[in-house]
C-alpha cells in the first residue's frame, strides 16, 4: 500500500475514533453534570473544538503565525486527549455498573416468573376532581404561559449518586492529566544516568559517555525554545559522543533548518567524537534527504548502514529505519553492511531508529540504541503499549546484547505527555 494512501486511512480512522469518543463523553458528561439546553450545547461546542484546532493547526501550520499554530494544535489536543483517556475511564466505570444491572434484571425477571398470578382486581371508579375557583385556575394558567415553572431535579439514589461520583471523577482525571500533559509534561526533562557494560571495551574507554537524543519532530510544537533546551542539558551532561536516533523532525521539511541548527550548536560543544545521525520513519514522511542533508550541513555525521571507529576503538554502526524497507523508501536496515565497513575484532554499538530490529541485531552487537516509542507516552497508571510492542522503553538484556529504548524528546499525535518524561539518556560505557 502507498505510504500517503496509508497515512491517509490513519487520518480518517483517527477522526472516526475522534467523533465516536466525543460522542460518549458528551452523552455522559451530559448526563452526570445535569446539564440544561444551553450547557448541552456549550459541552458540545467545547468537545467539537478539540479535533478542529487540531485539524487547523496541521493545514494551515504554513500559513498561520507558529505561535497562534502552536496554541491551536496544544489547546485542542489536551481537549481531544482528555476525552480519549476519560472514554477509557468511563468505561471502567460503566462497565461494572452495567453488568450489575444485567444482573439485578435477570434476578427481578426470575421472580416474576416464579411469583402466584392471583385474579386482578375490579378496578374503582376514578375520583371526580375538586372543583376549582375558575379565576384561579385561569391566573395559574396566565402564569405558567409567561413564566414557565422549572423542573426540579430528581433526588438521586444511593446506587446512582455513586455513579455519578464516580463518572464526574473519570472526567476530571481525564481532562486533568490531558491538560496537565499539554501544558507542563510535555517539557518534564530527564536525562537518566543508565551504565551499561561492554565485552571487549578497552580500559581507557571505561566510562565513555553517550547522550542520545530521539524522536525530537521539530514541527510547529517543537521550535526554538525546546532547541535550546537540548542543548542545554546535553551541556550539562558533559559526553563524549552525542547520538540522535531518528524522528528528527515531525512531518515537514520546511522545519529542517531547524534541526540544522540544533546539530550546529552541539558540534560546538566540548564533545569528543561530534554528533552522529540516523533518521527514522518521520524524516521519511517529512523527506528523509532534506532531514539528512540538514544534518550534514550542521556538521554531523550520518550513518546509513554504515560505521565509524570511535576514538579509543568502538564501532559505531548506524542502520536505515525499518519503515523504509516496509516502503520501498530507501534501502531499509542493514546490519551486514554496517559491520563490514569496521574491524570486526571492535565492540559494537548500534543505533536503529526502531527498537523491533533489535529482534535481527541482538547477538550480532554488544549495544542497541532506539526510540521511537515515546515510552508509550500518554500512561495514566498502565501502560497501553506494552499490549502490542514488545520493546516499549528502557533497558533489555538477551542473547548477551543490551537494548535501551529512549522515551524520545518530543511528542507526535497530540502534544502531551502523560506517566512518559521526555529525555536524554546519557548512557556510560564501562568495560566487561
Known sequence: ????????????????????????????GAKVLRLDRRGRWALG??????????????????SLPREVAAALGVGGGAILLGVWISTVL?????????????????????????????????????????????????EDDAGREDEPA?????????????????????????????FYGALFGRHDYEVPEVPIAIPGLSRRLDGY????????HFGVYVGDAERRAAVELVRRARPDLVVLTGDLLDHDAAYA??????????????????????????????????????????G??????????????????????????????GPGPDLAAAMATVDPELPRVLLCHNPVFFEEARGQVALQLSGHTHGGQVNLGVRPADLVLTYVSGRYDEHGSTLYVNRGFGTAGPPARVGARPEITLVVLGAA
Open 257 to 298: 533548518p531547524q534541526l540544522g541548527r540544533l546539530v550546529r550548536e552541539l558540534e560546538g560543544l566540548p564533545i569528543r567524537d561530534g554528533v552522529t545521525i540516523i533518521a527514522g520513519n518521520h524524516d521519511y514522511y517529512a523527506g528523509v534527504d532534506a532531514v539528512l542533508g540538514a544534518c550534514r550541513d550542521g
Open 150 to 178: 422549572p423542573t426540579p431535579l430528581a433526588p438521586l439514589g444511593r446506587r446512582e449518586l455513586v455513579r455519578t461520583a464516580a463518572t464526574g471523577a473519570a472526567l476530571s482525571v481525564g481532562f486533568g492529566a490531558s
Open 45 to 62: 461546542i467545547l468537545l467539537a473544538i478539540g479535533p478542529a484546532a487540531m485539524m487547523i493547526a496541521r493545514l494551515f501550520e504554513a
Open 300 to 329: 554531523g555525521t550520518v550513518l546509513r548502514n554504515q560505521g565509524r571507529v570511535l576514538q579509543g576503538g568502538i564501532a559505531l554502526l548506524g542502520v536505515d529505519d525499518v519503515w523504509a524497507r516496509r516502503s520501498n523508501d
Open 209 to 216: 559517555r553517550i547522550a542520545q537524543l530521539s524522536d525530537i
Open 1 to 28: 500500500m502507498p505510504s500517503g494512501l496509508r497515512i491517509s486511512l490513519f487520518v480518517l480512522a483517527m477522526l472516526l475514533l475522534a467523533a465516536v469518543t466525543s460522542v460518549y463523553v458528551y452523552r455522559r
Open 90 to 138: 468511563l468505561w471502567a466505570v460503566d462497565l461494572p455498573f452495567g453488568l450489575a444491572r444485567l444482573a439485578r434484571r435477570g434476578a427481578r425477571e426470575s421472580i416474576v416468573a416464579d411469583a402466584p398470578v392471583a385474579d386482578a382486581p375490579v378496578a374503582d371508579a376514578p375520583a371526580a376532581p375538586a372543583p376549582r375557583d375558575v379565576a384561579a385556575a385561569r
